[in-house]
């Protein structure tokens, strides 16, 4: 295959077929994005078999467990794909939506309309449920999709963009609004990040490698994250049976995903009470912790932190532990560590709490809940293309405005500038 007469096409055919998704009104998007999500739920086992064939390749290729667990689908997963899609149809269509009207002296009235971005390039690794979750939210938005996943779940999204073309016949749209890119050769992300005539904005999802490589090479606008440093911290006023509920999900419910909590904070006023039962909870599911010495003092088990543990996402059953001496230490030592993803605080103290949702830099902030709440699904987005830790266009899970922009109308009456 000729990789850039190939990637041309693709553009060519995405740029052509977003014009037409800019113009498909409401209920069309819908009927498509409906009609997908009972051809998934149809063809719930020919999708879980060919999962199960990218697995048992990925399995003898040696991928690690975090990387396995991205992989895999299950009924369950199958279904949350479906019900989101169904979702985003529910969702108010943000496009041509105007807002922000004023009049200026001259008498012309000026607004503001929200748009499609056009064409969407995604470029992700094992998750073949950000195929769907793509998918959908390019269509609901108005934009056209170019999805690149990564070799390990090519069958997979084979299967699925053939249920995304289905819907898309059915409602009358152009199947090349959402293409999967048929060829795993890596050069076919080098041509997908150049291509500015036909890609308006990228959006890479995988792993730091992958991430820092496409915002490095990348000419075209990127909305990333880097990595998910996530933290936890516990506050002297904080409920301890909130506090080991809150952790046990926000560390080891899902090692892999980027929400997942990798450092765990402690106030050193409750830190004898609670950092004993917080690492019993730990320890008995297997997570290792990597503490200071105030932590190693009252936690036998824990081994040594280093700077590095800090800075660290470990995407496995590992975590850095540090005692603090307040809110404020807490505060500081985040804003210096963290990958800005998400950040919790466990408290009963109003005024604390507060005082971190207005001074820790990341793009979600939680208080007395697991981090692991940031996801599109779950912030009622219907389902997400990425989590942006970048602080223009968009921030924290992003949905359906996150892939819009807003330009400028103007409503006159025969006025002309003096």
Known sequence: MDIKHYMQQVGQQARQASRAMARADTNTKNLALV?????????????????????????????????LDRLALSEKSIATMAEGLEQIASLPDPIGEMSDFKYRPSGIQIGRMRVPLGVIGIIYEARPNVTVDA????????????LRGGSEAIECNRALAKLVHEGLHAAGLPAAAVQVVETTDRAAVGELITMKEYVDVIVPRGGKGLIERISNEAR??????????????????????KAVRILENAKTQRLGTCNTAESLLVARGIAAEALPKLAAMLTAKGVEIRGCDETRALVPEAKAATEEDYYTEYLAAIISCKVVADVDEAIAHINQYSSQHTEAIVTENYTRARQFLREVDSSSVMVNASPRFADGFEYGLGAEIGISTDKLHARGPVGLEGLTSLKYVVFGDGQVRA
């Open 35 to 67: 009609t997908i999500a009972q051809a998934i739920r149809r063809h719930q086992a020919a999708l879980l078999a060919a999962n199960q064939a990218d697995l048992d390749r990925a399995t003898a290729n040696g991928m690690e467990a975090a990387m």
């Open 135 to 146: 998918a959908g939210l390019c269509i609901k938005s108005g934009n056209a999709a170019i």
């Open 220 to 241: 075209i606008p990127v909305i990333k994250h880097l990595d998910g440093n996530c933290h936890v911290y516990v506050d002297d006023s904080a409920d301890l049976d």
